[in-house]
DNA sequence: GTAACTGCAAACGCTTTGCACTCCC
DNA sequence: GGGAGTGCAAAGCGTTTGCAGTTAC
């Protein structure tokens, strides 16, 4: 998502734009680890130093409202914030805790098989894999 | 799990058999709208007026531990503890967010075929579909 | 008998809330 | 200029921890 389309989008649902909102969208934006808030206010602190927890916090609420991450709770103390809305299995290394998204088309399709099977309409979903990473092996 | 086995695991495990113990794992094991700590402390208090919040906690880390239950974080303020260890899917309500376990043979067969295309060993998996329930439609 | 377990209460840590100051628009 | 947003600090709350008393074995 390109700048001008961050701006109108904010705008259009009456947010204005502001430079912690454009900068936390963009660190998470990169990311693949899934960051924590703190984790994301430890990062940004250095360019923007008066940058609060509190606002990255407020932030990430609105971020996901206008539909552009969402929350995951693992079995760990703090939440991550997956930037990626589209259907893929969140791979989490049992030992180190290191998670990073896998995308296949045939998980598009089998998914969309076992969907049918039960009747209903799909809100949204999550999929997470539990394995032993390379580094962790 | 009858009685004669639960005690035998427990033992094996180097854990001793408690009232308590023995009447979080009933109860828990009977439920399947994955309850919160605070839900099975409140549920048990009558039969057993002395037990604790403290005692409900770490009976659940012990039966986590032993592999009779998993703990599950959706996007609400508390754990829920679901007893199912075999492959399902949580079906969970975006309004009131009720959750039951969906299981099909197909949705086995056709995570074997997602496991097989990524080329590792799962040590575990979850699986929650959002959807909008009967009583919220 | 003794080591593990329970119950209680305090501590913990992430997240939320409240409010005065600031800055988009 | 005005209202939304930020930064700070305090509050909130589910969960964990510590410890003295109790219980399983």
Redesign the interface.
Known sequence: MDDQELFTLFRKNGYKVTTQRLAIYKFIATREDHPSADQIYQALKNDYPTISLGTVYKTLDLLEKLGLLQ?L???EDRVRYDPDMELH?N?VC?KCGQIYD?K?E??KK??N???S??G?????????????CDNCK
Chains 1, 2 share one sequence.
């Open positions: 929350k709770k693992f079995n299995i791979m049992s896998y296949a045939n998980v089998l998914w098989i076992i969907i099977d039960i209903i309409k799909p809100l949204g979903q999550r999929f997470d894999l539990y394995y032993e």
